[in-house]
């Protein structure tokens, strides 16, 4: 019951500070730690320590588990370079430099207590650098480079943790350390690979959104403890199974079985994230403690910690610096032919913030380690410092850096290209099925599917201050499924309908409201983002048509004539004619594009410099 009791005590006072950050616009993460050190201090609050098989076993399987299917395999494909640079040789340059380091500092603790702290303190942390950067905007690029390197950094890092443990304990030669990381980085993949392949198999004869969830929160843990028991990298076997699965789940699973186990994993993800932070925090007076019995002087003490922490820096900026100028990319983007700024290599230099991990990777150093309450205390100061300074300072030196965050036209464009030519397939798909549509039915599709992609469209046009049609759908469907949400619960406290058929049409209201667009917000990042426009690239029309000047004040006659409203203005950019978009009602420019095959507008509206291709369905 005591163990109930705080598990739901720490739950509530994770929520409330997250729920209390938030509203104040701070860091949650970051909150949190102080928190937790805080209340360490407290006489109350029980003494937490953390176990390191609770670390490795119970939170860090989901939380890979969890950050691996969320993270694009294509992506992660696209930077394999620079992620294993950071992720294997980055830990193993930390590892040898700090172990080199600390032994100079403090001689007495040996080279292999000295090692294992260099393994202990080398890997960021998987969740602190991915959640501020995406808090703060950072680019894409970056965002993915630090989700990939904290996927396999784990790994690698307690592959050298161990190799240095056993060192310490019976002495090994380079050659089994060698043969130890090839076990188990092949064993991991291996393993990963083997539960991709069964699970994959069962998933496309098992449709219950039940079972598929209830088997997606078993298989991290089943991956770790198969892969574990062979003595390869449980972490790596997570990572590549949820790699794999997430890759393949729109093939794999149904729609209820996606959108079920994306919401499961976002709950549990998100609770445990955070709790980690707190548990951090909640260390800081029993290591203070621990270390208050050691024969070193403080002052030794506090050269340990200070050395740790900035060998760990300091060898972070050198490497992300040389890797990126010798290794990954000495030469202009192949894509953009721009060289990249230095400032993306600093901030990927600075996101470098140590987390439970590296706690809980401490704990593992026997009892019997030379100092090895200091040893721990300089792993805590590690996390704490990076975590706290370079967390807390990494928005404002993105900010004075001028590292730009997605813009958001480009995403809208994204978006609306993207659907437009996924409609295109279905349009496709629709003509090639027999049917007998006495009903209408099809028009009625070809209907939905239109609104669906004017909603898109109207993010990029039409005024600020004037509300879109899709915006006034979404105003008054959601209020009508207010009204009918009202009346079924009336009806429901009559208890004259059974209460499933209740639940069903409740549910069925539910997920209309979740698929209602709601573009508002979206159009006021658009209006307020600077446009960076990407290249044509391969479309030929695009190439031949650039951006010119539309008419001060330009008007579509064809509207105008018919005494119709419309909702945005585009110009053909080979005559010059100006005609409404899809989204109003006379569709005047696409009238234009069939009536003359000309092959590319642009839009005429306020702020608004993109251009699009009728042939080929492409935006710049």
């Not at 292999?112 to 303190?121: D, E, K, M, N, S």
């Not at 770790?224 to 789940?249: D, F, K, N, P, R």
Request: hydrophobic share 50%; net charge negative; charged share 20%.
């Amino acid at each position: 019951m005591e163990i109930a009791l705080a598990l739901v005590v720490l739950a509530v006072v994770v929520l409330t500070v997250t729920g209390l950050a938030e509203r104040f616009d701070l860091p949650a993460p970051l909150v949190l730690v102080v928190v937790g050190v805080v209340g360490s201090y407290l006489p109350f609050v029980p003494r937490v320590e953390l176990e390191p098989e609770v670390v490795l076993l119970g939170l860090l399987p989901p939380l890979l588990y969890s950050a691996s299917l969320s993270t694009s395999l294509v992506d992660f494909n696209a930077n394999r370079r620079p992620i294993l640079l950071l992720s294997v040789g980055l830990v193993a340059a930390t590892t040898l430099v700090v172990g080199v380091v600390v032994h100079a500092v403090l001689p007495s603790a040996g080279w292999a207590a000295a090692f294992a702290l260099g393994a202990v303190v080398a890997p960021p942390d998987a969740v602190a650098a991915t959640a501020i950067a995406k808090r703060i905007g950072l680019p894409r690029r970056i965002v993915t480079i630090l989700e990939g390197e904290s996927l396999l950094n784990d790994a690698a890092a307690l592959v050298a943790l161990r190799t240095a443990v056993a060192a310490g304990a019976v002495g090994i030669s380079a050659v089994e350390v060698g043969r130890d990381f090839v076990v188990a980085a092949g064993g991991g993949l291996l393993v990963g690979l083997v539960f991709f392949v069964v699970v994959a198999k069962v998933r496309r004869v098992v449709h219950d959104s039940l079972l598929d969830t209830g088997l997606s929160l078993v298989l991290p843990f089943a991956a770790y403890v198969a892969a574990e028991e062979i003595e390869a990298s449980g972490v790596l076997a997570v990572v590549v199974t949820g790699l794999l699965l997430g890759h393949q789940a729109p093939v794999l699973q149904t729609a209820e079985s996606r959108i079920s186990e994306r919401m499961n994993w976002r709950t549990l993800s998100f609770v445990l994230e955070h709790a980690v932070f707190l548990l951090i925090g909640l260390q800081a007076r029993h290591l203070m403690v621990a270390v208050s019995s050691s024969q070193l002087s403080p002052g030794r003490i506090l050269g340990v910690c200070a050395a740790t922490l900035g060998t760990v820096v300091v060898v972070r900026l050198i490497w992300v610096f040389c890797s990126r100028y010798l290794l990954v990319r000495p030469g202009p983007d192949p894509d953009s032919g721009v060289r990249p700024p230095w400032s993306y290599t600093f901030v990927v230099g600075w996101a470098g913030m140590r987390g439970v991990v590296t706690l809980a990777a401490a704990f593992v150093l026997p009892p019997e380690t030379p100092h090895r309450d200091v040893l721990l205390l300089a792993a805590f100061a590690v996390v704490a410092v990076t975590l706290l300074v370079q967390g807390l300072s990494l928005p404002w030196v993105a900010r004075r850096l001028r590292v730009p965050s997605p813009d958001p036209m480009d995403d809208a464009l994204a978006r609306a290209t993207l659907l437009q030519q996924a409609s295109k397939a279905g349009e496709r798909a629709l003509d090639e099925l027999e049917y007998d549509d006495r009903h209408g039915v099809v028009d009625l599709i070809r209907q939905r599917v239109d609104q669906r992609n004017f909603a898109a469209w109207e993010r990029l046009g039409t005024t600020a201050d004037t509300e879109s049609p899709s915006e006034l759908y979404a105003r008054a469907r959601e209020a009508m499924i207010e009204a009918e949400r009202a009346r079924v619960l009336e009806i429901r406290s009559t208890g004259q309908v059974p209460s499933d058929v209740v639940s069903e049409v409740l549910a069925m209201l539910d997920v209309e409201e979740s698929m209602i667009d709601r573009s508002s917000q979206a159009r006021s990042d658009i209006a307020r983002a600077a446009a960076r426009r990407p290249p044509a690239g391969s479309c030929r029309e695009l190439d031949e048509h650039p951006l010119t000047d539309g008419p001060e004040q330009p008007v579509c006659q064809g509207c105008i004539d018919e005494g119709l409203t419309p909702v945005a203005l585009r110009m053909c950019l080979t005559c010059g004619e100006v005609g409404c978009c899809d989204s109003s009602v006379g569709r005047h420019a696409a009238a234009h594009f069939r009536e003359t095959q000309h092959p590319v507008i642009r839009s005429v509206e306020p702020s608004e410099d993109w251009r699009w291709c009728y042939v080929h369905h492409l935006t710049a």
